[in-house]
């Protein structure tokens, strides 16, 4: 080898796994969805801060999520709570929220009222403003989002999606 094909060589760096900022809550109600509840509290929130739910997509866990999107970042700046509902293989094999299943999409049962009850159990240990909880997802994640409005309209002041899947009022699918 030449000094100059040496230099080309580029050894990997050794890098530190990123500490995530997410915090799990094992105990958050019945959970019916069997999903997992990851949480970031700010350490500097305003008396009644709003909380956003955030939704991942397929093939994602919410800490995947929040590292790529920079959700607990936005929180740490502007003053407010978050709450990652996140699916199991178990649930899904590709880790996508089960939108499309009727059980899972449907007022008091499944992963619909395993997220309600996240956002109750923030509302109980947290100063939170209730007319500003609001919701967004990615993919699968916002098709769960258009699910909780549909489902959950008084819970939610608004939501957000990933373009491909657009918020629709009250799908069939999820009115009980």
Sequence with gaps: MTATSRKLIVKPRKTKPKKSRLTEVNSFGSNPGNLRMLTYVPPLLPARAPLVVVLHGCLQT???YDEGSGWSLLAKRHG???VYAEQSRANNP??????????DARRGSGEALSIRQMVTRMRRTHSIDPARIFITGL???GAMASVMLATYPEVFAGAGSSPDCPLAPRPAYAMS
């Design 62 to 64: 919410a800490r995947d």
């Design 139 to 141: 993919s699968a994640g």
């Design 80 to 82: 407010f709570l978050l």
């Design 94 to 103: 590709n880790h996508c929220f089960n939108w499309f299943q009727p059980h």
